[in-house]
Each structure stands twice: as C-alpha cells, then as structure tokens.
C-alpha cells in the first residue's frame, strides 16, 4: 500500500522533472548561441581551412541556416535521444566519453556522501550533547576552518603533506600505472587513490552536516516530547533518544539531497587537482580544449543526475517520515 | 540598535572576524602603497622561499609573492562585494514579488528559482565564463547568477509573513500603493535578515571566485589569489609555499565574513538565537 503510493509520487515527480529538462537543453541552446563561432566554423577549424561554398554546404547540412526556433527544437530533438553531439578532440560521440568517465565521479560522490553523512550526524549529535563543553567548542571551531577552506587548496595542501614529503598516498590519479592489478588487488589500489580525493572533499561537507545535525538535534530537544521523557523518573530512556535521532537526521538529509548537484561542482576541481578520471577533470580538460559541446554535455548529464538524485531523496524521505503527505 | 552592537561585541568569535576582515581590507587598501607597481612584475630570482629578500618568497618567474597576494585580496573582495550586490539585488526583486504578490506569480517565479537551485551552481558558472570569455565582468556576472536563489527564497518567505501582518493591512486598507507599500513598510522590516544572509553570501562568492580562477578562469590582468595557486600549482613538489601563502589568505578572509555573518545574525535577529 505505501509502497504503491510511493510509486505513484515517484512517477508524478518524474513527470514534473520533464519541463525541467526541457528548460535546461533550451539553457544549453542559448549558451551555444551565444558563444563565439558555430559548428561549422569549428568544423572548418579542425580540418584546418574550408572554402565559403563548403561552410556554406556544412550550415545547410546541420540545419545552421534555418531559422533559430526550429534549430532549437531539432538540437532538443537530439539531445532527448541522447545524442549530445561529438567530440572531435576525443574523435568520439560526446555521450560515449561522458559514460566512460561517469563510474569514477560517482564512486567519488558516493563515498563522500556517506564519509560527511555518516560522520556528519555523529559528530553534530555528540556536539549537542556536549553543548557548550570544550568538546563542542572544539568541533565548533573545525568546522568553522573546514567550513572557510577551499576545497581545491586543501587538496593540494594534502598532497604535500601525505603524498611529497611522508609518501603515504598517490598523488594522482585511480589506479597505478602499467601495473595493471586484477581483483582484490585492483579494487586496493584504487581505495588507495580514492583517499586523499575523498577526505579533501569530505572535510568542507562533514563541516556542513555536523552544524546541521548540531542545530537540529538542540531542536529536538527542546521538544515536548523529549523534554518529557526526560523528567520520567528512569531519566533519559534509550528510547527517546532513537526518537531524537530519527527525526534530527532529516533536515541532514534533505540538505544532503539538496547539496548534490555543488557536490557534482565540487568534483571539478577536485577531480583536477588529484587528476582523477571523472566528469570533474573531463570538464576541465573540456574548458581546455575549447570543446564546448562537451562542456554543454557534461552540464546537462550533471543537471540530470541531480534531479534524479533530489526524486531519490524525496522519495527515500517519505517512506522515512510517515507524516509527509504524499499529494 | 544600541543593543544589537552590544550582543555582536560580547560575540567573541565575531570580534575576531571583525579584526581580521578589517586587516584583509586594510591590506587591500595599501598594496599600491607597500608595492607600488604591477605586481606581475619581476623582481628578483624565482623559486625564493619566504622570509629570505621577500617576505613569501617569489614564484616560478621570480615576481614577488606578497605583492600578489596583497594585490589578489583586492580582485577577490572586489568581486565578492559586486557580485553579491548584484544577486541580492536580483534575488531581493524576485523573492518580494512572489512573496508579496503570491498565486501565479509566486509560482512561476519560484518554479524558475527552483530551476537554478537544480543546477550544479559551479559547473553553470565554469560554463558562462568559458562562453563569455574570461574578464572580470563575466566572472561577476557568473557569480550573481549562480547565487541569487537562496536570497530568493529567503525574501519570498519574510515578504510572505509580512504581507499578512496588521500594520500592512492597515496599510492596504488607507489604500496605499503596492509599490509604496513594499518600499516603504516591508523591505525595511525584512532588512536584517537580508544583510545577514548578503554578508554570508560575499564568502561563497569569494570561494567561488577563488575556484574559478584557480581553474584558468580569470582575468589575465588581475592578480587574483585562485591564479597564483593554479599556476603554482605544478611547481607543488619543489615549491610549496608558492600555493600554501594565497589559500591561507582565501581561508582567513572567509573565516572572517562567515564569523561577522553569525555575529550579525545573533545581533540583528535575536529571535533566532535559540539554535
């Protein structure tokens, strides 16, 4: 029954996500328009010369020489059949390159999120616990630091300390190179080079979470309830205290939610600074090679991976807080 | 307001904060004083640790450090400030409108916040400078469009209670414009909330700035703190400092306006000091 309901929301949030997406590849159109030069002079550039009768030809062959409405709808066209348009730096469709560099970026994005959740809603509920004690002073003040730090310096300051001078941790990259490790060993590997990325990202979203969790655990316990349980004559049971943390952690989550798609920008110059293979650092080569279309692409994938995340969220949160009416 | 200066001096952290923004500031105002000259200039041999001729130390062509830095901390608060201007002013327009006016308005207009909010804020920001090419202004235009929509939505909700507040009744019902209405008797009342949120603003703008450029996203002419550590950046292993002295200056800057930003917030919004 509530399962069935949660079906039916979740398809009816899909549904209201498509004038979403719709507006999004229009975004892009406006973008490409306004950027210096068309396809075809970039065409024309990477072969090298071209006469005005063969731009001429290649306008006509891309539809450039029709009136800008109908170029807008034959690249929405395009782009809800997933072809995002190709790469000619890479000499590969645009979608192919995107696919190939999604896993990197995702396990990156999932294990920070659970890294800053995880540890997020225990430091922030001990900080309330501790309130005004030097333990949450403490906390406090690092995640005032963590909070004020860009996360791109971190990385780097990072890799000085654990990578240059003690030798601890890769500098760069996923896996190590012409080693070429099968299974367990490949999998240790790249847990290996996934720790410097992941706690440079982690620390400014732990800082985040752990405020939250702290300003939100000190309202739970200004409840009644709580505040009932408390004057029992067993004290605090332990059951008020799940009740507590059952409800605290959800403003965590919806930010958490909330949070992905500066996540996914995050990712960038992270990805950049440890040259790990995702979306990140394809969009920052992209901006180097001047390769727009894949710079549009990788945007909308992003785009598209965070509604689908927020529809995950909202969903996951209805089943966990039962009060929510699903309308 | 005599009280609201005295909760923000007994904020301790918020003292500190004031402090050191007030040197970040100073520190900007005097760079052409203390370096006069282009702080691209070359002054001596690269690859100089700090505390020898130069007080940080220069950078792989030998131009001097601290000028840069002094320098840098001029482009960031510049564009932190404008750029926070600007999507106040754009979220302040929006979220009073749906706040005020409410219905269809609120809803169209909010469904286009929502829409900005679905974003990934930094990459739409890497992309309209890539398009727009990379100079000051389309880093500050980049800036205010990424972050107007929590102002928005901050707004939306203050103009909303407020709308249903007897002294805007009283004022609907002496038949007063809308517009005079809003200027007049909401927008002041809800001006504490928008300075807090405005001053928190100027330091995810100053992150992102630094981000930007840090990406090769800045203006050529302008020494920006993101620049010198992403050109820094590949001398990492023989010349540390080089990028260790502006990410210090980023994050003691930040610090400071998050800090004044909370002391702000418990000194202008004492209802809210419970959390």
Not at chain 2, 76 to 97: C, D, E, K, P, S
Not at chain 2, 194 to 203: K, N
Request: hydrophobic share 55%.
């Amino acid at each position: 029954m509530a399962l069935t309901k949660s079906l039916t929301y979740a398809l009816r949030r899909l549904s209201q996500a498509v004038p979403t997406v719709l507006v999004i590849i229009a975004l892009n159109f406006l973008l490409l328009q306004l950027a210096p030069g068309d396809a075809a002079d970039v065409l024309a550039g990477e072969a090298g010369s071209a006469t005005p009768e063969f731009m001429a030809q290649l306008r006509s062959t891309f539809g450039l020489d029709q009136p800008i409405a109908l170029q807008l709808l034959l690249y929405m066209k395009q782009i809800v059949t997933f072809d995002l348009g190709y790469s000619f730096r890479h000499g590969m469709p645009v979608a192919d390159l995107i696919v190939a560099r999604l896993w990197p970026t995702l396990l990156l994005m999932i294990t920070v999120l659970a890294l800053s959740v995880g540890m997020g809603v225990l430091l922030g509920s001990f900080a309330a616990r501790k309130l005004n004690r030097w333990q949450d002073n403490l906390i406090s003040m690092l995640t005032v630091l963590a909070y004020a730090t860009p996360v791109f310096w971190a990385g780097l300051m990072l890799i000085v300390l654990f990578s240059i001078k003690l030798g601890w941790f890769p500098t760069s990259g996923m896996q190590q190179v012409a080693a070429f490790h099968e299974g367990a060993a490949k999998v240790r590997d790249i847990a290996h080079h996934l720790v410097l990325p992941a706690v440079t990202l982690t620390m400014f979203y732990l800082a985040l979470y752990t405020r939250l969790m702290r300003a939100s655990v000190l309202e739970q316990f200004s409840m009644d309830y709580v505040v009932t349980a408390r004057d029992l004559p067993l004290g605090e049971p332990l059951g008020a205290r799940r009740h507590v943390l059952r409800n605290a952690v959800l403003p965590v989550l919806t930010m958490a939610g909330v949070q992905v798609g500066a996540l996914l920008g995050g990712s960038v110059v992270v990805e950049t600074v440890f040259a790990w293979p995702g979306l990140g650092l394809l969009a920052y080569e992209s901006l180097f090679a001047r390769d727009l279309n894949l710079l549009l692409g990788i945007f909308f994938v992003s785009t598209c991976l965070v509604i689908v995340v927020n529809l995950l969220v909202d969903v996951g949160y209805s089943l966990l807080d039962p009060r929510i009416d699903l309308r | 307001m005599k009280s609201g200066v005295l909760r923000f001096i007994r904020h301790k952290p918020a003292v500190c904060g004031l402090v050191l923004l007030l040197a970040v500031l100073l520190a900007s105002a005097l760079a052409g004083v203390v370096y006069p000259g282009d702080p691209f200039r070359i002054v001596g041999k690269p690859f100089q640790p700090p505390l020898g001729e130069y007080l940080l130390g220069t950078d792989m062509l030998g131009r001097d450090l601290a000028a840069g830095v002094l320098y840098g901390a001029r482009t960031t608060l510049l564009v932190g400030v404008v750029a926070t201007v600007i999507a106040t002013a754009v979220g302040v327009t929006i979220g009073g409108l749906a706040g005020y006016f409410g219905g269809r308005l609120d809803n169209l207009l909010m469904r286009f916040t929502e829409l900005f909010q679905t974003i990934p804020f930094f990459l739409f920001a890497i992309l309209l400078v890539a398009v727009l090419g990379a100079s000051i202004g389309s880093v500050i235009f980049a800036i205010s469009v990424v972050s107007w929509p929590p102002m928005a939505r901050l707004v939306r909700g203050e103009f909303m209670t407020m709308r249903n507040r007897e002294f805007v009744q009283a004022c609907v019902s002496m038949g007063m414009g809308h517009t005079r209405i809003i200027l007049h008797h909401i927008l002041p009342n809800t001006l504490s909330s928008i300075i807090v949120t405005g001053s928190l603003m100027v330091a995810t703008a100053i992150l992102i700035e630094s981000g930007l450029s840090f990406l090769g996203l800045s203006d050529a002419n302008t020494m920006s703190w993101g620049y010198i550590i992403g050109a820094g950046r590949t001398v990492l292993r023989t010349a540390w400092w080089i990028c260790a002295a502006p990410g210090v200056a980023i994050l003691l800057t930040v610090m400071a306006i998050n800090l004044v930003g909370d002391g702000l917030n418990d000194a202008l919004n004492p209802r809210l000091r419970s959390l």
